[in-house]
């Protein structure tokens, strides 16, 4: 039944931020799911008592491309598969199954926060034995061999049914079909005080939480309906559908407009909250308040000890280069380790296995522990309800006192999308040529103290990455640029600005950043090169 077939490569199977990403019409083209995932095996080698984790976000395409991966991985050798109900996983519940039982690592079909659908998009994340996704120097080795491929394995069988919970076999291979929610559930509960949360809703607390129409739902309903009583119809949008019934799954102020209209009137919930696509990121909402992710990693750090997993202590905190300084600050006043990581959760993995750190964060709505080796958006919710029900307070109060006690960093991020590849790659290299000769320039009342690009230099497996380039000015402001690499066509630059003030707490953040953000586009030449005189997406 295995049959081996002739294949010709594909020159765009690279691996960006997190995973391949492309338009789902790119991955419907013929072989080319099989000569990305064949090039895996490959350069994995050995797979002969190996066992994956394999599921996604129930985006369009998971149900073909999951079968594909099924008897590919059975052609190939693979001894077992763990496999989500129906094709259906969490990426922060698929890293949890590696992770508990010591697998060798899995595949999310997932490209998250993207538009699903025809002509949404699709992908796939690799994951290793950490739970986390494959380092650089791996996807570089796997990306080449793609270069290269001249033939694939697969099973010729028939479809496997996914509904069926239990054991199963194809050519040799073992499938367990696992209920995709309740790991994970037990995992929250090991964390949390899921006694103080009941207590919460119980005295009439009230919540929505949106999950899109993505993977989340059905874990969002278990979790805050089913076990800690919050009302039913909280968890909105729960149904996981193909194409996210149109919306854009991304959790932020612009995508996830349905949820802010609500914590924006008055009819507001107590607390809001959303996830993406594969349930990684989230966004946390007060009644008329919004958290940025960079305070919301900075006020989990703060906040640890109410947490029964944590309060014993924590090793440090990371953070990704372009998300704000405010998590630093916290770090430092509790005496703990803290990192600047390139963008990409990949880069917290090496400092979690190693207990350098134990909570880290991005801005792009992303805050995980070392629970897992990938974001978790529904542990960043549960956290801030056990905060809440800890201490009595709002998000908002909570929030305003954390800045009353460390200041203020005033942060957003815009995204010129769209851009050429040439314009946005000269733009980028140009830039970095003149930033030596920012050093110790002055702009208005802004002076310069260092222009350099961001290296970093990995404490435990000594790689270098270079990833944005960084502006830092005496009063402790910050301009970062760079390149997104999750993109499936065409350049997004992400200017981030940020601003630190200890006496104006209560700006708003676009007046704040105003002349940064002029300053900002200016050295770059940004409406100029790109032609747009705004940025598309402001967060
Ligand atoms: C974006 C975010 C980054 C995140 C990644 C995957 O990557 O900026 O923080 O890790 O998505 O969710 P980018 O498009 O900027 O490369
Ligand atoms: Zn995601």
Known sequence: MIQTIQTTPYADQKMGTAGLRKKSKVVMQKYYIENFVQSIFDVIGNLKG???????????????AIQKIIKMAAANGVSKLVIGQNGFLSTPASSNIILKNKLDGGFVLSASHN?????????????????????????EEIYKHTLNIKEFKICDAPDIDLSKLGHQELCGMEIEIIDPVIDYVKMMEDIFDFNAIKQLFAKGFTMRFDAMNAVTGPYAQRIFEDILGANKGSVVNAIPLPDFGGLHPDPNLLYAKELINLMFSDQSPDFGAANDGDGDRNMILGHNFFVTPSDSLAILTDNYKLIPAYKNGIFGVAKSA??????????????????????????FVNLMDSNR???CGEESFGTGSSHIREKDGIWAVLFWLNIIAATGKSVEQITREHWQKYGRSYYMRFDFEGISTDVADKLMADLEAKLPSLNGKSFENYHISNAAPFIYNDPVDHSST????????????R?????????????????????????????????MLENILEIALNIAEVQTRTGKQHADVIT
């Open 357 to 359: 750190i134990t909570f």
């Open 115 to 139: 538009p699903g659908g025809e002509n949404g998009d699709f992908g796939i994340k690799y994951a290793n034995q950490s739970g986390g996704q494959c380092p650089s120097s791996t996807s």
């Open 466 to 477: 270079k990833n944005g380039l960084i502006i830092k000015f005496a009063d402790g402001s």
């Open 50 to 64: 190996k066992t994956y984790v394999l599921g996604g976000d129930g985006r369009f395409y998971n149900d073909i």
């Open 322 to 347: 372009a998300t704000s300084t405010a998590v630093g600050r916290v770090a430092k006043a509790h005496n703990i380790g803290y990192y600047e990581v390139p963008t990409g959760w990949k880069y």
């Open 479 to 511: 301009i970062v640029y760079r390149l997104s690499g999750t993109g499936s066509s065409g350049a997004t630059l992400r200017v981030y600005l940020e601003k630190y003030d200890t006496k104006n707490l209560n700006g708003d953040p676009l007046k």
